[in-house]
């Protein structure tokens, strides 16, 4: 199987822009979650897809959103970017049924740099 | 609630050494535990998870981890360590209906030729 692939992986932007990033997921997997990764705060969870729907959120404003279609593969919307979104977003697939076991699968992540 | 501590942002061993990462949990039902591997400008990738069967866990790359419930702790091991497995790790912790891991901060691995 493939594995979470993520387009763009690279991203300069100004603030105030906004940006969209893609996450497909492994084929048969309904959910996709994604992360914020920087060097001061770690790996912060944004918010999870679960069929079409988003099943869990994180603490982050509402500048930061998200979708899933009907083929689970999912975007992320940053609008009015700020110099602190500069991070690593990663995303990561998993079947999303049966329990807590299952691991999440990860994707190289997107650098987004906003100057 | 669930959460995860990571002991020591950095840890710097020599090759051939024994390597010792350390992970407490706190988790008020039973939980499942992981450590994940992060290389450099990549994603997390899974070494090993703990879903009750046995207390000590075998993964990849001669990493294990014992699950010790009386110390809530979750430490990886490796005997011997080798340059290439120089990177970020990471322990996580998911329970109670949970699809959501919760992360702890991770730790940088440092191997000295």
């Known amino acids: 199987k493939a594995g979470v692939t993520q387009t763009p992986r690279y991203l300069i932007k100004t603030r105030g822009q906004q940006v969209t990033l893609s996450c497909s997921p492994i084929?048969?997997?309904?959910?996709v979650s994604w992360y914020q990764q920087t060097p001061g705060q770690g790996l912060q969870f944004l918010f999870e897809?679960?069929?079409?729907?988003?099943?869990n959120k994180g603490n982050f404003p509402g500048r930061f959103s998200g979708r899933q279609f009907s083929n689970s593969r999912s975007e992320m919307n940053v609008s009015t970017l700020e110099l602190g979104d500069s991070a690593l977003y990663l995303c990561?697939?998993?079947?999303?049924?049966?329990?807590?076991?299952?691991?999440?699968?990860f994707g190289p992540g997107t650098r987004l740099t906003v100057l | 609630a669930q959460s995860v501590t990571q002991l020591g942002s950095h840890v710097s061993v020599s090759e051939g050494a024994l390597v010792l990462l350390r992970c407490n949990y706190s988790?008020?039902?039973?939980?499942?535990l992981f450590w994940y591997v992060q290389y450099p400008n990549q994603g997390l990738q899974l070494l090993l998870k703990?879903?009750?069967?046995?207390?000590l866990v075998k993964g990849i790359n001669g990493f294990e981890a014992e699950f010790k419930k009386s110390e809530t702790s979750f430490h990886l091991t490796k005997p011997s360590a080798h340059m290439s497995d120089a990177a970020e790790y990471f322990c996580?912790?998911?329970?109670?209906?949970?699809?959501?891991?919760?992360f702890g901060r991770g730790t940088s691995l440092i191997v000295h030729p």
């Open positions: 990561a697939s998993t079947e999303g049924t049966g329990g807590n076991a299952n691991e999440q699968f």
């Open positions: 988790s008020s039902v039973p939980p499942y």
């Open positions: 996580a912790v998911q329970a109670g209906g949970s699809y959501i891991p919760t």
């Open positions: 703990y879903t009750s069967a046995a207390t």
């Open positions: 897809y679960f069929s079409e729907t988003q099943r």
């Open positions: 084929s048969g997997h309904r959910s």
